[in-house]
């Protein structure tokens, strides 16, 4: 017996609509690319989402900080992940790319600047 799910790809513009079969092992129809199955069976197997957020700033001309998870997490740890997020406060300047929180929600990934932000003068 299989499950049927059908998946948005997301790794591309393109958008692929992929059909994913599911029992012992995964098919995954409707890809352009290998890089479509190899999301379908994540997809099937062990969903993650790349989580963006924000954190609090200081000293920057702005209060709030664009973050992201450098690569997915569980779709299961996402609340976490933002919830950890909510007591974070770092301070300018920083760089983008910088990490801000390591091994969040414990997933072994961590959160990093999406972008860089200067002292406010
Ligand atoms: S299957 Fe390939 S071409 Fe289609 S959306 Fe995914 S990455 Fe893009």
Redesign the pocket.
């Known amino acids: 017996m299989s499950d049927r799910k059908e998946v948005l790809?997301i790794?591309?513009p393109?958008?692929?609509r992929?059909k994913l079969k599911i029992g012992d092992k995964v098919v995954v129809e409707g890809?352009?690319?290998k890089?479509?199955e190899e999301?379908g069976r994540k997809e099937a197997s062990s969903p993650q989402r790349v989580v963006p957020s924000t954190v609090k700033i200081i000293g920057a001309r702005y209060p709030r900080l664009p973050v992201r998870s450098e690569k997915g997490v569980p779709m299961n740890k996402v609340e976490e992940v933002i919830d950890e997020l909510k007591g974070v406060e770092v301070i300018a300047p920083m760089k983008k790319g910088a990490v801000i929180v390591e091994n969040v929600a414990d997933t072994s990934v961590d959160i990093i600047a999406e972008r860089g932000m200067e002292v406010q003068e």
């Open positions: 790809c790794r591309c393109k958008g692929c992929l890809q352009e690319c890089l479509g999301y």
